[in-house]
């Protein structure tokens, strides 16, 4: 079956360290594939995504790329804020209907001033 | 920005009782699920509704379990007769459709802790 992979945690970094989160995936399909964030006390926001091999999602300082040949997403940043502190999860959406989604672990990231 | 909205945030409950967990998904959305997160470990899939009826369900989703959409609203979770290991983080989405650039909307979650 489907399934994602992260990297373990927590990571503690100090404000304008580059970021690299690791993932990798295994999917019988041709998933899209999401990064997910959660802020304290909040839910799961979209971080951003990409739909197809080579595709470069994007937002706020955040990148990952869909690399097919070596089934990753990992997500950087090259100079993390302390509002970057947050839970991170990496997901895949499998092709079909209803797709549902399949979360890795998630990783605490947390930046100090 | 419509959001999802799940309440209770917390839900204290005893072995054995039921519980409902509620969502008001975003307005125009037609696919809604339910995921929990058990302390420490993955978000995983409970179970996916469209069209009134359920569409796919993980093993997780056993008797126990129920979704209901009783009005054009709200989104519920039932567990008739919670156990221990019940106790987690569930989560509610939504979204429009289900072609590849289609995002599901998180709500913020229910913690629920079974005593």
């Known amino acids: 079956g489907d399934s994602v992979t992260q990297m373990e945690g927590p990571v503690t970094l100090s404000e304008e360290a580059f970021l690299t989160i690791n993932c990798t995936y295994t999917?019988?399909?041709?998933?899209?594939l999401f990064w997910y964030v959660q802020y304290p006390g909040e839910g799961l926001q979209l971080l951003l995504k990409a739909t197809k091999a080579d595709d470069k999602g994007s937002n706020k300082g955040f990148e990952a790329t869909y690399r097919k040949e070596t089934t990753s997403f990992h997500l950087e940043k090259g100079s993390v804020q302390v509002s970057d502190s947050a839970v991170y999860f990496c997901?895949?959406?499998?092709?079909?209907?209803?797709?549902?989604?399949?979360f890795g672990k998630g990783i605490t990231l947390s930046v100090r001033p | 920005e419509p959001e999802v909205t799940q309440t209770p945030s917390h839900q204290v409950t005893q072995m054995g009782q039921e519980v409902i967990l509620r969502c008001v998904p975003i307005?125009?959305?037609?696919?809604f699920y339910w995921y929990r997160q058990i302390l420490g470990q993955k978000v995983e899939f409970l179970v996916s509704?469209?069209?009134?009826?359920?569409s796919e369900k993980s093993e997780i989703f056993d008797d126990q379990f129920s979704v209901e959409r009783p009005d054009g609203s709200n989104f519920t979770l039932k567990i008739r007769s919670t156990k221990l290991e019940d106790s987690a983080m569930y989560f509610c989405?939504?979204?429009w459709g289900t072609g590849r650039e289609n995002i599901q909307y998180f709500g913020a979650g229910t913690r629920l802790s079974v005593l």
């Open positions: 509704f469209y069209n009134n009826e359920i």
């Open positions: 307005s125009n959305h037609l696919y």
């Open positions: 989405a939504s979204t």
């Open positions: 999917a019988t399909g041709y998933p899209s």
């Open positions: 997901a895949l959406r499998d092709t079909g209907a209803n797709s549902k989604l399949t």
